[in-house]
């Protein structure tokens, strides 16, 4: 079927429904497909009613002609009186390492078309049916599930606007043919020919052969990639019912509990916990990753502090609750001890500063002890086997079982100073005075105050 540009405004390529957009965004590389994609919109924009047309290039810099690229994409947006914006980016070398070259600069690519895409405006790319159909293959030969198999959506949000796809359901031949016949130039990026990248030795090794063989396979991957779509919207229903139904909120984040979890099938567990991850963006964890999950922290020893990182965010379990915490959350600071020598100044100011935060005197707190010239004030942290004799209570007792009967959480519990007065423990944190260190009934005591 010859590929025109009056097929963008059909229920095919998903544009119908973005006509009264306050704005389309072309993303153009300077490829084939971007290019008549260009081309096809000035056209169609020429005939009939549309949204203002702008583009956005992005420089990876990957290729010595990538700033000719950048140019030529410059100038003829300049003869289809298009403004046009264009964009160097510099790839992390960490995330090369990590993803790979194409993921990276995919990730470096998609940040910026965020950021640019304005609120209510669509964003247009070029990819086409061939596209679609090697990005189902790869992800089928990772492994991916029902939500990798889904391939390309044709639409999706993206920052404060919506991503299209309006080309694939177009063959790469029919862009070629439309092209050639309307007299397009565009780059032939090198990189595309080295095999030793996966899609591109799919593309040139793999493809063709399968193609040969059954010339139906991209309508056919079409219909996959619809099949898993709706299938993953259905698996998505059920997941959000469930959420509704066991999540929480608790001092320390949002949590699911795990004894709740337990009882449902491994399927649709793990449906949940996807979900439940892909909620808040983090990195979707593998098949192995969600048995790690299943053994370490649903069916492990209850006083286990398992630990699981996935990109900036990490799992933990506190109080038989699976908990999801940001990575900038969790303490990092290494535990210093501190000492010095009350001395009368200290007293007067009414505050004794410490790294991370202070003691100062008030008057009426609930936790404070009792300090005067010349005492020696230790901070220390748990190295175990410390006791504590809280006020108001017959006996000491183990830090360490007074710290869970609190429900501190497990990672912090390490983290609390713990105060020594002339070698003894006098104070935990804000949380307890050990007996004997008080404040006479109604006199000011020194009470910690954790520094912002």
């Given at each position: 079927?010859?590929f025109?540009?009056?097929q963008?405004?059909?229920?095919?390529a998903?544009?119908?429904?973005?006509?009264?957009?306050?704005?389309?965004?072309?993303?153009?590389?300077?490829?084939?497909?971007?290019?008549?994609?260009?081309?096809?919109?000035?056209?169609?924009?020429?005939?009939?009613?549309?949204?203002?047309?702008?583009?956005?290039?992005?420089?990876?810099?990957?290729q010595?002609?990538?700033?000719?690229?950048?140019?030529?994409?410059e100038?003829?947006?300049?003869?289809?009186?298009?403004p046009?914006?264009?964009?160097?980016?510099?790839?992390c070398p960490?995330?090369?390492?990590?993803?790979?070259?194409?993921?990276?600069?995919?990730?470096?690519?998609?940040?910026?078309?965020?950021?640019?895409?304005?609120?209510?405006?669509?964003?247009?790319l070029?990819?086409?049916?061939?596209?679609?159909?090697?990005?189902l293959?790869?992800?089928?030969?990772?492994?991916?599930?029902?939500?990798?198999?889904r391939?390309?959506?044709?639409?999706?949000?993206?920052?404060?606007?919506?991503l299209?796809?309006?080309?694939?359901?177009?063959?790469?031949?029919?862009?070629y043919?439309?092209?050639?016949?309307h007299?397009?130039?565009?780059c032939?990026?090198?990189?595309?020919?080295?095999?030793?990248?996966d899609r591109n030795?799919l593309?040139?090794?793999?493809?063709p052969?399968?193609?040969?063989?059954?010339?139906?396979?991209?309508?056919?991957?079409?219909?996959?990639?619809?099949?898993?779509?709706?299938?993953?919207?259905l698996?998505d229903?059920?997941?959000?019912?469930d959420?509704?139904?066991?999540?929480?909120?608790?001092?320390?984040?949002?949590?699911?509990?795990?004894?709740?979890?337990?009882?449902?099938?491994?399927?649709?567990?793990h449906?949940?916990?996807?979900?439940?991850?892909?909620?808040?963006?983090?990195?979707?964890?593998?098949?192995?990753?969600?048995?790690?999950i299943?053994?370490?922290?649903?069916?492990?020893?209850?006083?286990?502090?398992?630990?699981?990182?996935?990109?900036?965010?990490?799992?933990?379990?506190?109080?038989?609750?699976?908990?999801?915490?940001?990575?900038?959350?969790?303490?990092?600071?290494?535990?210093?001890?501190?000492?010095?020598?009350?001395?009368?100044?200290?007293?007067?100011?009414?505050?004794?500063?410490?790294?991370?935060?202070?003691?100062?005197?008030?008057?009426?707190?609930?936790?404070?002890?009792?300090?005067?010239?010349?005492?020696?004030?230790?901070?220390?942290?748990r190295?175990?086997?410390?006791?504590?004799?809280?006020?108001?209570?017959?006996?000491?007792?183990?830090l360490?079982?007074?710290?869970?009967?609190?429900?501190?959480?497990?990672?912090?519990?390490?983290?609390?100073?713990?105060?020594?007065?002339?070698?003894q423990?006098?104070?935990?944190?804000?949380?307890?005075?050990?007996?004997?260190?008080?404040?006479?009934?109604?006199a000011?005591?020194?009470c910690?105050?954790?520094?912002?």
């Amino acid at each position: 079927m010859s590929f025109s540009h009056y097929q963008l405004i059909t229920d095919a390529a998903g544009l119908k429904a973005h006509l009264q957009a306050s704005g389309w965004l072309i993303a153009v590389s300077g490829g084939l497909d971007s290019m008549c994609l260009l081309h096809a919109l000035v056209l169609l924009q020429r005939d009939h009613h549309c949204p203002p047309l702008r583009v956005i290039h992005i420089n990876h810099g990957l290729q010595l002609q990538a700033d000719q690229w950048q140019q030529d994409i410059e100038k003829k947006c300049q003869d289809y009186g298009l403004p046009c914006s264009s964009h160097k980016v510099t790839l992390c070398p960490q995330e090369q390492r990590q993803l790979g070259l194409e993921a990276a600069a995919r990730n470096a690519r998609y940040e910026i078309f965020k950021k640019h895409v304005q609120m209510g405006e669509v964003i247009l790319l070029g990819q086409h049916a061939d596209d679609q159909t090697e990005t189902l293959f790869l992800r089928l030969l990772r492994g991916a599930g029902v939500a990798g198999l889904r391939a390309m959506p044709q639409q999706r949000t993206l920052g404060l606007g919506c991503l299209v796809r309006p080309l694939l359901y177009v063959r790469q031949t029919d862009l070629y043919d439309y092209a050639q016949s309307h007299h397009l130039d565009w780059c032939e990026d090198p990189s595309n020919q080295n095999t030793r990248f996966d899609r591109n030795y799919l593309r040139h090794q793999v493809m063709p052969l399968l193609r040969q063989r059954w010339p139906a396979l991209d309508q056919r991957m079409a219909t996959v990639a619809s099949l898993m779509g709706d299938t993953q919207a259905l698996l998505d229903e059920m997941a959000s019912a469930d959420l509704m139904l066991m999540r929480k909120e608790t001092e320390v984040g949002e949590c699911l509990p795990c004894a709740e979890i337990q009882n449902l099938s491994r399927a649709r567990r793990h449906n949940l916990l996807r979900y439940w991850l892909d909620r808040h963006q983090v990195p979707m964890p593998s098949y192995v990753t969600m048995q790690t999950i299943d053994r370490e922290f649903l069916y492990s020893a209850l006083d286990g502090q398992p630990y699981l990182q996935l990109g900036d965010w990490c799992l933990r379990r506190n109080q038989g609750d699976l908990l999801l915490m940001r990575r900038s959350e969790q303490p990092n600071v290494v535990a210093m001890s501190w000492i010095c020598d009350v001395e009368l100044q200290a007293l007067v100011s009414r505050s004794i500063a410490l790294p991370d935060g202070a003691l100062c005197l008030k008057q009426g707190a609930k936790v404070g002890l009792a300090l005067v010239e010349g005492d020696c004030l230790e901070r220390r942290f748990r190295v175990g086997g410390e006791r504590c004799r809280p006020l108001g209570r017959a006996h000491s007792q183990s830090l360490k079982k007074l710290l869970q009967e609190t429900k501190v959480p497990a990672w912090e519990r390490d983290q609390l100073p713990l105060f020594y007065v002339n070698g003894q423990l006098a104070m935990v944190a804000d949380l307890w005075v050990n007996v004997g260190f008080e404040a006479a009934l109604d006199a000011p005591s020194w009470c910690w105050q954790k520094g912002t």
